[in-house]
T-cell receptor, first 110, second 115 residues
Framework: QKEVEQNSGPLSVPEGAIASLNCTYS??????FFWYRQYSGKSPELIMS????GDKEDGRFTAQLNKASQYVSLLIRDSQPSDSATYLC??????????FGSGTRLLVRP | GAGVSQTPSNKVTEKGKYVELRCDPI?????LYWYRQSLGQGPEFLIY????????DSGLPNDRFFAVRPEGSVSTLKIQRTERGDSAVYLC?????????????FGSGTRLTVV
């Protein structure tokens, strides 16, 4: 059973702080990794993708990948109340479909 | 269309009834995916199509669930003899190519309630 694990949270951070969201996965053959943001009652929205070990930055978001440790993370700098949402980690499996974690709920306190 | 369109947005049905959920993907997207999301959980894979054929239906929970995509565009998820445990948000997503390369674009979902 391929698994993607996330801490359900909530992770509470003050406005302006760095939020760090983590994800581990079980399928060592996975090559593509994604972070989705989901606001309450809405559908998931893609915010980051990463395919190679290391860091990938896009604005206030940085995705980090360590395939040896089977670990993916998302850093959100200068967190804003509008970043409050559930963040879903997704991993592409060998049959080219995405397996999602259960999500981490982030609360940014004004 | 500009985005992935799902209809209806909400569906309430009685236990034992048959329901159809429709997904209209982004024009030109060859891959189409169905997921189911229960409260507090991440999306759970059901089935995906590459063109008209089901490339992977390993997530369909049982033979009450069936999906088609006869012309390689619109897809319909069909659930027979609905049960209360089928209540969830059913999400459809599409992508330009197989797999998550570039990521999926999700529709707004159909909230199914079986009473």
């Amino acid at each position: 059973q391929k698994e993607v694990e996330q801490n359900s949270g909530p992770l509470s951070v003050p406005e302006g702080a760095i939020a760090s969201l983590n994800c581990t996965y079980s399928d060592r053959g996975s090559q593509s990794f994604f972070w989705y943001r989901q606001y309450s009652g809405k559908s998931p929205e893609l915010i980051m993708s990463i395919y190679s070990n290391g860091d990938k930055e896009d604005g206030r978001f940085t995705a980090q990948l360590n395939k040896a440790s089977q670990y993916v993370s998302l850093l959100i700098r200068d967190s804003q109340p509008s970043d409050s949402a559930t963040y879903l980690c997704a991993v592409e499996d060998s049959s080219y479909k995405l397996i999602f974690g259960s999500g981490t709920r982030l609360l940014v306190r004004p | 269309g500009a985005g992935v369109s799902q209809t209806p947005s909400n569906k309430v049905t009685e236990k034992g009834k048959y329901v159809e959920l429709r997904c209209d993907p982004i024009s030109g997207h060859t891959a189409l995916y169905w997921y189911r999301q229960s409260l507090g959980q991440g999306p759970e894979f059901l089935i995906y199509f590459q063109g008209t054929g089901a490339a992977d239906d390993s997530g369909l929970p049982n033979d009450r669930f069936f999906a088609v995509r006869p012309e390689g565009s619109v897809s319909t998820l069909k659930i027979q003899r609905t049960e209360r445990g089928d209540s969830a948000v059913y999400l459809c997503a599409s992508s330009l190519a197989t797999g998550g390369a570039g990521g999926y674009t999700f529709g707004s979902g159909t909230r199914l309630t079986v009473v």
